[in-house]
């Protein structure tokens, strides 16, 4: 069974930075894209960033330049470096990968979710 398990979360104040970090672990074959998404008191989830496996990254308008999204293929993680945060910024964080799996195929997996608040 897959497991995306994500770390990092916490206070910060408005300026600050934080990494997220998401490592997938199971009987995994090949990881394509991998994500991060968020999700605010009564918003919807939106995309913050997401990365292919050869490594092409996009971001949301509102994050682009302060926001960078990495992924190391070896170890099945992605991270998402955040700079210049803004209270805007807070919210729950989810990983996301589409995950090719020995037993499965290939489907797509969510992590826990972690909070990140931002204080002004």
């Known amino acids: 069974q897959v497991q995306l398990v994500e770390s990092g979360g916490g206070l910060v104040e408005a300026g600050g930075s934080l990494r997220l970090s998401c490592a997938a672990s199971?009987?995994?074959?090949?990881?394509?894209?991998m994500g991060w998404y968020r999700q605010a008191p009564g918003k919807q989830r939106e995309l913050v960033a997401a990365?292919?496996?050869?490594?092409?990254?996009n971001y949301a308008d509102s994050v682009k330049g302060r926001f960078t999204v990495s992924r190391d293929n070896a170890k099945n993680t992605v991270d998402l470096q955040m700079n210049n945060l803004k209270p805007e910024d807070t919210a729950v964080y989810y990983c996301?990968?589409?995950?090719?799996?020995?037993?499965?195929?290939?489907?797509?997996?969510w992590g826990q979710g972690t909070q990140v608040t931002v204080s002004s």
């Open positions: 996301n990968a589409d995950i090719l799996t020995f037993y499965m195929g290939s489907n797509n997996y």
């Open positions: 199971g009987r995994i074959v090949r990881i394509n894209a």
């Open positions: 990365i292919t496996g050869g490594g092409s990254a």
